[in-house]
């Protein structure tokens, strides 16, 4: 089982016997006269002869079953035929060139999935496998019957012909190869053009790019030559070019040119050298800007419904909006779906009660279609289009522009985000952790009960009706008793966070002695102390040095607030001080100091830890911003605010500050280092809306260190020409990570966890708050839950 195993991952799946019928005859042509080839062999592969294509069964990521398929050889994931796309084979399955001269492929239980050529068509004696990645089958006069090159899926090569009628479809995504939603199509009218057709029935299609200046020519071909030039040809003359640049030697490049299932024809090439930063480059796409094709009013668009398309370093990408996520984690481009319940209009909807209701906003983004209300007028701004969806339980989405507000219902489709697009999207979700929500459903759940037992009241002997009503007496009695202690429980839990006063606090730090200081900060001192009341309990005593004159009256609303915040992964508020102008703030002692100077120094945690002490932080955020009983953006992520206790598990301090500190916070990032901006997110410095995405930067940042053990600020401080963003992302993009950790063998045998780290960091840190994943999703992602998506390129550190 084990060596199954083994040669599954490794695709050397396949056995192949090679009898040889009449090597003089077969040689030149035709050098397999019978062939077997079955997932249940081993040591097998059946390759061309120069090496560079391989024919055999390909294993799709997240699947346990498998595609006949041609690949690069020397890039095994990068597909360029399958067979049996809609209908994948299961361990046990076989392929052979049967008696009745066809290509077969078969089921453990011997059922065919898949046959070529047809039935009653000439049979084929023998199969090859071509150096230009065309698979063959061919007569005993060594005549094609049928090859790969006419049956192409989503991709063709140097040396493909396609004539007319032919079609290349899209996969559903890079990881699904069921038929996707586009289509490039050779015509009878000699044109080529791309399609968005809707499946199964196909019955709708729509044109977003053609040639059109053939006309009628029934014998055109799209031809891609060996040198990399693909075009439109009538006879021996060209009439259409589509490759507009070259596209480099086939010396030097691998070619292929593919419809991806964003629905872009693109024409890619792949360095031979053996260069670091090998990867599939494009040479030519179709067409542009895909996310600004689509206007139809039927079907999803690029990205499915309720997403949006953005172009990212070039490429489409396919997003979703805050508090939504991916319908399929595999396939961003079939939509996505809210985190919360559907507008409903009912009396005890989050949408039809103004408190429980709140927008987020986006600049250039709009859905154009699915409106069902236009107001405009000198009158309509922003904030009036934004009460106009408020007051309107329908309206799941308002589209602003100038004087215009377009209201949108469900589901949203044909998305699209560019600086064309000169409109703002206010989305409505539920507020997060309202009081309110819960209670509705509690209240609901109350007055179902309660018209039940009025029915069973009305429909008994009085006796009983009598007996019922002392009952439910009674139980009321008892539940509103239960409410009053859970209310004496609640007000006792909040009133833990104790109010000390100052002479207290001087006492229990030796009069804020130099020689109890714990550490300096930008707001303050922390000083260890010790209370008389408790002497076997350390605690850090936070003097607040700047308090703005709004926050002063924040302090106790702010106080309470973190009081009332609870996890393994915070530190806790103790209590407080605020006489005169002293504004202190009581903390647990955390003993093993802050990350800081456990990551910096000279003894490091091992690379298991420093796993566990990420995952730790980013558990604690998602708690911050979505789990307590009001969100807690904290503004200030970075390793000297992050402490370790005893067992090295991470505790988050100076949360919940931001309201208080929030301008002089704001003063200090906009200091900039040279070389970097620190933990700070672009926002600040456009004086932007502060969102807890600035919190995923900030951690994306502090994620990075704890992989390399190396700060951010003091490696944009030295010599490198480069920040630490982007000296990883190169070693990243170069598959170099070993190089992040070249001290560490713990971690460099561990690789496949160590590029998941770096591609979530880099996703963190994306200049753009909206392609930054929510820190639920960052959780999922580290812990291996949620597959991460290669990442874009983020914005250079060192030109910011």
């Known amino acids: 089982m084990a060596s199954l195993c083994s040669h599954l991952l490794s695709f050397l799946l396949l056995q192949l016997f090679l009898p040889f019928l009449s090597a003089s005859v077969f040689a030149n042509n035709c050098t397999i006269y019978r062939l077997s080839l079955s997932l249940d062999q ?59 001269g066809r290509l077969a492929l078969y089921d453990p239980n011997g059922e065919s999935l898949w046959e070529r050529p047809a039935k009653g068509a000439k049979p084929a004696i023998c199969a090859a496998m071509n150096d230009n990645g065309n698979f063959m089958l061919l007569d005993e006069n060594h005549e094609p019957i049928w090859q790969t090159f006419q049956e192409p899926t989503d991709t063709i090569l140097p040396g493909q012909m396609l004539e007319i009628p032919s079609t290349l479809t899209t996969r559903r995504s ?35 790019w053609a040639t059109m200046s053939i006309k009628d020519n029934a014998s055109s071909k799209l031809v891609f030559d060996e040198k990399g030039y693909m075009y439109v040809q009538e006879g021996t003359k060209r009439i259409y070019n589509l490759t507009k640049t070259d596209a480099g030697s086939p010396q030097d490049f691998y070619h292929m040119a593919r419809i991806d ?65 991916y319908v399929k984690q595999y396939a961003p481009n079939e939509g996505c779906r809210p985190n919360f319940e559907l507008p409903s209009c009912q009396p005890d909807g989050w949408d039809t009660n103004r408190e429980l209701v709140d927008f987020h906003e986006y600049k250039n983004l709009d859905w154009p279609l699915t409106d069902y209300e236009l107001q405009t007028g000198s009158f309509v701004d922003l904030d009036t289009c934004k009460q106009l969806c408020l007051d309107d339980c329908f ?58 037992v009025i029915s069973i009241l009305l429909g008994s002997s009085v006796f009983v009706n009598i007996l019922l009503i002392l009952v439910i007496s009674l139980a009321i009695f008892l539940y509103k008793k239960k409410l009053l202690n859970f209310s004496s429980v609640s007000s006792a839990s909040a009133a833990n966070v104790r109010s000390y006063t100052y002479k207290e606090l001087e006492e229990a730090t030796g009069g804020f002695k130099q020689s109890q200081i714990l550490g300096r900060g930008a707001f303050g001192t922390v000083y260890k102390g010790v209370l008389p009341s408790d002497p076997r309990r350390f605690i850090a005593v936070k003097r607040l040095d700047k308090v703005e004159q709004e926050g002063e009256k ?122 970097t901006i620190g933990y700070f997110a672009p926002e600040w410095f456009r004086k932007a809306s502060i969102t807890v995405k600035v919190d995923v930067y900030s951690f994306g940042v502090v994620l990075l260190e704890i992989i390399c053990c190396k700060s ?84 250079s550190y060192s030109s910011t």
């Open 395 to 452: 309206c799941v989405v308002a589209i602003h522009n100038g004087n215009s507000c377009w209201k949108k219902r469900y589901p949203l489709s044909n998305g699209r985000r560019s600086e064309s697009v000169n409109r703002t999207a206010l989305v409505k979700v539920p507020k997060k952790n309202s009081e309110l929500y819960p209670k509705k459903s509690c209240d609901a759940n109350n007055k179902s009960t309660l018209i039940l």
């Open 174 to 208: 890079e990881e699904d190869y069921n038929d996707g939603r586009f289509q490039l199509r050779l015509q009878l009218d000699g044109n080529l053009v791309l399609y968005y057709v809707a499946y199964p029935t196909e019955v709708h299609s729509m044109a977003y």
């Open 261 to 325: 299932s964003y629905g872009v024809f693109a024409q890619y090439h792949y360095p031979k050298s053996n260069r670091c930063d090998k990867r599939w480059s494009v040479v030519q796409r179709i067409p542009e800007n895909i996310c600004n094709r689509f206007d139809t009013l039927l079907g999803s668009g690029i990205c499915g419904y309720n997403s949006y398309c953005m172009e990212i370093n070039e490429e489409p990408k396919c997003l979703c909006p805050d508090d939504y996520t």
């Open 554 to 675: 924040e302090f106790k609303t702010e106080v309470n607030v973190i009081g009332q915040t609870h996890h393994k992964n915070l530190v806790r508020l103790l209590g407080f001080c605020e006489e005169g102008e002293h504004r202190l703030l009581v903390y647990e002692y955390v003993s093993n100091g802050s990350l800081a100077s456990s990551l910096f120094g000279i003894t490091r945690p091992d690379w298991n830890r420093r796993v566990q002490i990420a995952l730790g932080i980013a558990r604690g955020l998602m708690y911050l911003h979505e789990e307590c009983s009001t969100q807690i953006i904290h503004c200030d992520i970075k390793p000297q605010n992050i402490l370790l206790d005893e067992f090295s598990t991470p505790r988050i301090s100076d949360f919940g500050l931001a309201k208080l500190l929030l301008a002089e916070q704001s003063r200090v990032a906009r200091t900039n280092i040279r070389g």
């Open 42 to 100: 081993q040591n097998s592969s059946w390759v061309s002869p120069s090496g560079e294509f391989t024919f055999g069964f390909f294993k799709p990521h997240n699947k346990n079953q498998f595609l006949l398929a041609i690949w690069f050889t020397k890039i095994p994931d990068t597909v360029v035929w399958s067979a049996n796309d809609n209908n994948t084979a299961p361990t046990g399955s076989t392929v052979k060139l049967t008696d009745d």
């Open 712 to 795: 951010s600020v003091v490696f944009g401080m030295g010599d490198q020409e480069e920040a630490l963003v982007d000296w990883i992302y190169d070693c990243y993009c170069k598959k170099k990570l070993s190089e992040l950790v070249e001290n560490d063998e713990e971690a460099r045998n561990d690789m496949k966890r160590l590029e998941r780290l770096v591609m979530v960091a880099i996703w963190c840190i994306q200049e753009d708050p909206s392609f930054r994943p929510s820190m639920k999703k960052v959780t999922q992602m580290l812990e291996g839950v949620t597959p991460v998506s290669v990442p874009p390129r983020p914005s």
